[in-house]
C-alpha cells in the first residue's frame, strides 16, 4: 500500500456516493422530467423548494440544481442544462460548497430577520465567476416570521441573476406566501425493495457481501431514507472488515440495530391471534433475551397487522404496494385469509394502546408482555354487533378462542321484545348457554326490540316512561317509511327540531342498535296517530251525543281523555320529567265508552 493511500482519510459511504448530477438521483424521475423541460424550453424559475423526509436528497438536490444552472465547459457548452456529462467549470466549487456565487445558508441557525437582510442586500450584486447568484437555504422553515416577511418582495421579483433553492422537512410550517411564489417539488421516500437494491450496488462497488435479508432489515431500519441506509450499510461492512472478505449474516445486522427477529415476530402474532399465550410470551421474551427492545418488538407486529390487514381489505395485489418485502408479502398473502377483519383491526387498536403504554412504562418488557395477553384474550371475541345478535338469538357462547384457563360466569338474564305494540318480558331458561365474564359489559346492548310499525315505537315509549317523546311521536309524525333500522317521517306543523335526533338517540339506547331516522320534507306521509285515534273517537255515537249535550263548548276545548291500564306507568314518567299531565297525550286507542 502507497504512502498516499494510507494519507487519505477514510470518505463514509454516505458522503463518498452522493449524487453528482441528475442521472445518479435515485427515484425522483418526475421531477427530472419537469426540469429538463423547463431548461429545454428555457422556462426556468426564479425560486424551488424541496421537501422530503430526512436523507433523500434534499440537499443533494439543490447542489446540482446549482451546477445545472452554471454549467459551463473549456469546451464552449455555455448555458443551462441537467445533461452534465462531464464535470464543468464550476461543478467541483459547487460540489464542495465554496463557491463563490452559490450560497448555502443553515436556516436552523440564522433564523432571525438580521440574517435575511444581509441576503437581500447581498442579491443586489452580480454574480463573481458564474452565471447566476444561487442561494441554498436549508431547513428553511425554521426562519422567524420577520424574516420570511422580509424575504417576500424579493422572493416575488428577484434580479434576474438571482435563484432560490428551499429545502426542508416541514413543508407545512411554511407560510402561504411563500409557497405561491416558489415551484414545489416533493421527494419521496423510497421503498424497501429499491432501497436494498441500491445498497447491493454499493456493496459490489466496496467489495463487500451482506445477504439479502440483512440489506432489507437496514432498509426497512432506515425508514425510506438514504442517508440513514448508507451510514447503517457503513456500519454493518465494518463488522468484518478485517475477517477476509466474510459475508455480513442478517444475524449480524439483527445484532447490530437491535432489532426484532422478523420470523420470530410472524410466529409471535400468529400465536397471539390464535389465543395461544404461553407460546407468545415464549416468543417475546426470546427476542427480549436477545437484545431486542419491547417497543421494537411491537412495532414490528404493528407493521405485520397493517400488512395483513391490507391484503385482507384490498386483495393480494395490497401486499407488494406497502413497505414489505417479496418475501413478507408472499407470508402475509398466505396468513391474511386465517384471520377475520374485526380481529385484525382489534389487534391493532391493543397493539397501538401497548406500545404508548411501552414507551412510557418503567419496565417495558412487562407492557409488551401485557400488550400480548389483552391480544391473547380478545383475539376471537366477537364485535359488539355480533355480541348483540348472538344474545338476541340466544346464541350465546363463551366469548371465543380465550387462552387456556380462563375463567367464565354469567347470570341469567331476557331480552325484551316488541310483537304487536306489546312490550314482553322474555325469560331465559335455566339451561341456556351463560356468556363469559368479559362479555358481560355487552348484556344491557343486548335486551333490544324488534319495532315493525310506529305503534310498535308508541308502546316502547310508555315502556321507557318517557311520555314527552311519546306525545310528540304522536302528534307530529307522519310515517312516510318505516323499515327494521330506518324511520322516514313527514314533520306536522309545531314538530320540535331535533325530533328525529331525538328519537334516533332513544332508539339506541333502548336497542342497542344504530337506527336511521331522517325528516322527509317532500311527502306528507300517514296521518299522525293523534289524528287517526281522534277520528275514531269523533265517530263514536256517545262523542256525538256529548257534543249535542253541550253546543256552546268550543271545539279548540274539547280533550279527550283515555283510561287505560298503563296510566301508572305514565304518571311515573311524566313526574320525572316535571311534566302536567294534562299536557300529555292519552295512552289508549281505545275510548271507555262508560
Known sequence: MSDSETKTPYQVLARKYRPQNFDDLLGHDAMVRTLRNAFASGRIAHAWILTGVRGVGKTTTARIMARALNYETEDGIDQPTIDMEKPGIHCQAIAESRHPDVIEMDAASRTGVGDIRELIESVRYAPVQARYKVYIIDEVHMLSNSAFNALLKTLEEPPPHVKFIFATTEIRKLPVTVLSRTQRFDLRRFDQD??????QGICEKENATVERDGLLMIARAA????RDALSLLDQAIIQHATSGGEAVTAGDVQDMLGLADRSTSWNMLGAAMKGEAAEALKLFRRQYDAGADPVVILRDMLELVHLLTRVKAAGDEAASHGSAGTAEAVQAKGM??????AGLTRAWSLLMKGLQEAQVAPDPAAAGEMTLIRLCYAADLPTPDEAVRMLTEGKVSGGGAAPQ?????GGSGGARAVSG???RQ???PSSAPQANYRSAPKMEAANQTR???????VALCSQNRDARLRHEIENFVRIVKFEPGVIDFHPAEGAPRNLAGRIAAKLKDWTGERWTVSIN???????????DRDSVVYAHPLFIAAREAFPEIPDENVRIKQISEDNTALTAGAGEEGEDLDDLPDLSDEVDPD
Open 521 to 531: 320534507t317532500r311527502e306528507k306521509g300517514e296521518d299522525t296517530l293523534r289524528h
Open 451 to 457: 319495532l315493525s310499525s310506529l305503534k310498535d315505537l
Open 336 to 341: 391474511a385469509d386465517k384471520f377475520p377483519m
Open 421 to 423: 305494540g306489546a312490550v
Open 223 to 226: 425508514e425510506g431514507s438514504v
Open 405 to 409: 384457563g380462563a375463567p367464565s360466569g
Open 426 to 428: 322474555e325469560a331465559q
Open 194 to 199: 429499491t432501497l436494498a437494491d441500491y445498497l
